[in-house]
């Protein structure tokens, strides 16, 4: 390893990264190589933070990327066999920021014992939520609400119902404008008639952001976010948003839909997304080392 070194990914790069989260993670992990490429136009993700570790011949043995918070530096990596020099690099980090160092992958995965053998402990478990969808119908909403699609004038009003929204959710962090414009305005598969906002007047209710796809794995439809804000809880609005969100992905022709919660979701997120007919398909764990 002493001629291995770390280094800024590049876009020529991105077949072989790829091919490290199919090695590292197989179908837990759907990333392709135009996935890798999104990353890279990201200007929010700084280029010194995306690496990969290269050896002396050339070949390209594992990728990590660090998104660096307040409150840690959080790893995400794929290098079967090579997991060691990336762990190193972000707990270096997040001792200069004073901060803990986390990292994330899916449960069961044999860096378990490699974090907890370097004082890792279990965080927090977030779960990935599947349904089949089929024929589906658009959802009754509450009554005085309205359903529109995703106008650019409504960015600013948007953001700031998902700030607010999501304030206590430990996976989230504020969403700046840039922040906003490169991670959901730019995401691949991003199409403005799959994002559905509830109005009441002209105050948002709540809203289901979805995508046709996720990563590489293009026949997933995939709601990236739900919310309600508080004073339209406990009226039925998450169901029938969510359900809009599957009906609209059917028409796509994605009946196979997923999302993502946390495992210790205090909105009963989780029992409302059983009761629609989700099941969970995967944990995935979160590691930190204080």
Known sequence: MSSSRLREVREEDAE????????????????DAEEIRTWLRNEELKPELLRVLELGDGRIVG??????????????????????PFLEWAEERARAEGVPARAYFPAGHELAGIVEARGYRLWRSSFTMEIEVAGTTFPELPEGLVVQPYRPED????RAALNETFAEDPFFHTVSPSNFREFYLRARGFDPGLWLLAWDGDELAGFALAYAGRGGDLDLGWVGTLGVREPWRRRGLGKALLRGAFHELS????????????????????????????????????????
Do not use: K
């Not at 072989?16 to 990333?31: D, E, K, N, P």
């Not at 960015?155 to 948007?158: G, P, Q």
């Open 16 to 31: 072989q990264v790829a091919a490290l989260f199919v090695a590292a993670f197989g179908s837990t992990r759907h990333i």
């Open 63 to 84: 990728y990590g990327d660090l998104w660096i918070e307040d409150d840690g530096v959080a790893l995400d990596a794929a290098a079967p066999g090579h997991w060691e």
């Open 155 to 158: 960015a600013d009003e948007l």
């Open 251 to 290: 028409v796509r022709g994605l009946h196979r839909i997923g999302l993502g919660v946390d495992a210790e979701n205090a909105t009963g997120a989780v029992t409302l997304y059983e009761w629609v007919g989700m099941h969970i398909a995967q944990r995935n764990d979160n590691w930190v080392r204080d």
